[in-house]
């Protein structure tokens, strides 16, 4: 069982920053590929950025070059730096986590944390 833990959403003006984490707990044997989506109201969950435990980062098309990916092995966490904010960034966005159990892989999500951002 795994155990997802996120911070870092807020309320924002447009233009603004703001940087999420996520770190994980629990039982399992490694990590592997780490990622953020997000759910904005009456729309479908999408992926933000996901990066794996070796190789290339990827993104949205909508984030590319505003937002950066990156883990700390060491502490089992995965951030979010989100600049050049939009208000159509605002959504949920949730941490997804792959693991490697006893016996196979599977993933686990957070509890999701509210990032809004004004016009």
């Known amino acids: 069982q795994v155990q997802l833990v996120e911070s870092g959403g807020g309320l924002v003006q447009a233009g603004g920053s703001l940087r999420l984490s996520c770190t994980a707990s629990g039982s399992f044997l490694s990590i592997n590929a780490m990622g953020w989506y997000r759910q904005a109201p009456g729309k479908r969950r999408e992926l933000v950025a996901d990066i794996p435990s070796a190789g290339s980062t990827n993104y949205a098309d909508s984030v590319k070059g505003r937002f950066t990916i990156s883990r700390d092995n060491a502490k089992n966490t995965v951030y979010l730096q989100m600049n050049s904010l939009k208000p159509e960034d605002t959504a949920v966005y949730y941490c997804?986590?792959?693991?490697?159990?006893?016996?196979?892989?599977?993933?686990?999500w957070g509890q999701g944390t509210q990032v809004t951002v004004s016009s």
């Open positions: 997804n986590v792959w693991v490697k159990g006893p016996t196979t892989f599977f993933d686990s």
